[in-house]
């Protein structure tokens, strides 16, 4: 076969594979398994009973943003507590898979040569154990893993044009918002596109207009991120003065945590 046929073949493989594990896991696995199940599917039901947000003194509602609930809520709507949660499974995996594929677009994009390269940059993601182990659960993670990962490569395929545009900009903006509205870690791939833009603007001094445009489309970016979740965090800053309070704030979440070695976490216990 030419490496062409091997290349196709090994799309089919890799393919098949990330698919059908996921779908095993999401259709036959166990319900409500995973990172705070219950409570992403409880919130998910809150929509859809109340139609409206949990206050955020109600439950975890001030750290757990409502944009994945809102999809749970639209896969509630046929009235199956089991389709709701398969669903949520499904969307993760989904997520999960869709990560993968624009790894592998981007490496397309940015380095053609040699053609097996995006093959290798999508198996390098779909098949990483946390995307295994974490795909079929009804949290968070993958929701945002995706809309982080989408928001980068429209960033990264716009900056590479001859003439970057303003438009794509506050696209990835509104996928980074989106990405806020659904767990506060988003704010990570703010910060790195922030500083990408900071460094675009730098190398581009000395060349008339280039630095203020490419300044301009950082400030496009983070605009239109913070104007979608800043209504949400400034109802967290009105209730608790803060626009992320820590849930070990809460007496629960302490007492869970002071059980644990090494008790109170702080940033130095990452690296220890």
Not at 23 to 52: E, K, Q, S
Not at 139 to 157: D, H, K, R
Not at 190 to 207: H, I, M, N, T, Y
Request: with cysteine; aromatic share 12%.
């Amino acid at each position: 076969m030419s490496g062409r046929a091997w290349l196709r073949l090994g799309w089919i493989a890799a393919l098949a594979a990330a698919a059908g594990v996921r779908l095993w896991n999401a259709l036959t696995g166990p319900l409500m398994w995973g990172y705070d199940a219950w409570a992403h599917v409880a919130y998910a039901i809150f929509l859809d009973i109340y139609r409206a947000v949990p206050w955020a003194d109600q439950g975890w509602s001030y750290f757990h943003p409502p944009f994945h609930a809102a999809l749970g809520w639209l896969l509630a709507q046929p009235g199956s507590g089991e389709g709701l949660m398969r669903g949520l499974a499904l969307l993760g995996s989904a997520a999960s898979l869709g990560t993968a594929g624009l790894a592998a677009w981007l490496v397309q994009r940015v380095s053609p040569r040699p053609r097996g390269l995006p093959l290798l940059a999508f198996a390098a993601v779909a098949f990483l154990p946390v995307h295994f182990f974490v795909s079929p659960m009804p949290g968070n993670e993958m929701t945002l893993t995706f809309l982080t990962s989408a928001a980068v490569a429209v960033y990264i395929a716009n900056e590479g044009r001859e003439r970057p545009r303003l438009a794509p900009a506050a696209a990835a903006g509104c996928l980074l918002g989106l990405a806020l509205l659904t767990k506060f870690s988003g704010v990570t791939a703010l910060a790195a596109l922030g500083a990408a833009s900071a460094l675009r603007a730098w190398d581009s001094r000395g060349r008339a207009g280039e630095a203020a445009r490419a300044a301009l489309r950082g400030a496009a970016v983070a605009g239109a991120a913070l104007a979608l979740a800043a209504p949400y965090y400034a109802r967290n800053a009105a209730e608790f003065g803060t626009p992320l309070r820590l849930s070990r704030d809460t007496s629960l979440v302490r007492s869970v945590e002071g059980e644990q070695r090494p008790g109170v976490r702080f940033a130095r216990d990452y690296f220890a």
